[in-house]
């Protein structure tokens, strides 16, 4: 008879479209004391999800399976998970949790068949392996159709000292192909991937430029780039600059452009003075990004999970905003190239070579 028992359920069942629901699965070890009761041990489930559910951007995966591990590490995005290595004594159970999304409006049955879960027996009875006594199947009722944004970035360097680099490079990745791209690319996405006739004490211009090419608009978003070693960020790059962003007048080391036009551009100060966009995190200060809310920074090599360190600098700017003026509380999704001009902008800053 098979000595494991799995249930799941959807907290909640019914969400609508781009809601998060937490989805737990619990294990349960049926065997009892005096009845050939004992440890089941590398116990293994996989849960694949529906169509159109996937794991949410900030899983949040938990469990109080002892030793039970995700493997692999669960990042937002994925279509299925596995919990392994853990075991459960006679007559006891635990549970794993993850944050799901999902987007498309229907009624979504989540199964995880008998064929997904494995344990092995206590070595009293033969030590073979055992499986659960049913599949686990949990309902979730998903109200409403929330197509998601998709903003994409393309990284240049687009000035060095006095000069303006000019000319659009193609990168090895896609994104800068996309065809919603402002035309001409020479000019929304103008600049050089790399150069090397840079010395020390050269002033650097970095550009990162954005896109939504999603299916629907972005808010919050927030852009944060590491300064590169062995350069310093140059906080009074934009000095005398105008219009600013409604902070101080002076400190101004970031540029940001939500739209195609000049006239859609304003100058940000490093220092934290809201309503203005940017920010500077200097590392001679000990200062780090928040880990969790609207003030967090995605680790770029990891971006389920937060920057927790500052060696050279963060910049850091806050796209949109719903005060301050102007207030900008949306990134439209593009249609076509360059439209809706606000589809598209950039945040610049620069730094000097050490």
């Known amino acids: 008879m098979p000595a494991l028992n799995i249930t799941k359920a959807f907290d909640p069942s019914s969400i609508a479209g781009g809601q998060i629901s937490r989805l737990t699965i619990t294990v349960q070890n049926r065997q009892i004391s005096g009845d050939l009761g004992g440890p089941l041990s590398n116990i293994r489930f996989t849960d694949a999800l529906p169509a159109n559910i996937r794991v949410a951007g900030t899983p949040n995966a938990t469990t109080t399976c002892t030793n039970g591990v995700f493997n692999p590490v669960l ?13 459960l004594p006679f007559n006891t159970s635990c549970t794993a949790a993850i944050n799901v999304i999902a987007n498309i409006q229907g009624t979504y049955v989540n199964t995880i068949p008998v064929a997904n879960v494995e344990a092995t027996l206590q070595t009293s009875i033969g030590g073979g392996k055992t499986t659960s006594n049913g599949p686990a199947t949990a309902t979730l009722d998903v109200t409403s159709t929330v197509l998601p944004p998709e903003v994409i970035l393309v990284k240049r360097i687009t000035r060095i000292n006095n000069t303006d680099i000019t000319g659009f490079v193609d990168g090895p990745g896609t994104e800068d192909n996309d065809a919603r791209w402002p035309n001409p690319t020479t000019d929304s996405l103008r600049g050089a991937i790399s150069q090397t006739n840079v010395r020390p004490q050269d002033e650097v211009e970095y550009t990162i430029y954005y896109l939504n090419r999603g299916q629907s608009s972005a808010g919050g978003l927030r852009i944060c780039d590491p300064i590169p070693a062995n350069t310093s960020y140059v906080a009074s790059a934009f000095n005398g600059s105008t219009p600013t962003d409604g902070g101080l007048p002076a400190d101004l080391g970031i540029a940001l ?12 100060t490093g220092v934290n003075d809201a309503p203005d966009r940017g920010r500077y995190y200097d590392p001679a200060l000990g200062e780090v990004p928040a880990a969790t809310g609207s003030e967090r920074c995605a680790d770029p090599n990891n971006p389920s999970a937060s920057l927790t360190s500052n060696p050279n600098g963060i910049v850091a700017v806050n796209v949109t905003r719903t005060t301050g003026t102007p207030t900008f509380p949306l990134v439209p999704n593009a249609t076509g190239a360059g439209n809706p001009p606000t589809s598209y902008g950039f945040v610049r800053f620069r730094v000097r070579v050490r």
């Open 75 to 87: 990042v937002g995005g994925e279509t299925s998970f596995t919990l392994q290595g853990f075991d």
């Open 257 to 268: 452009q939500t739209g195609t036009t000049v006239g859609d551009r304003r100058f940000l």
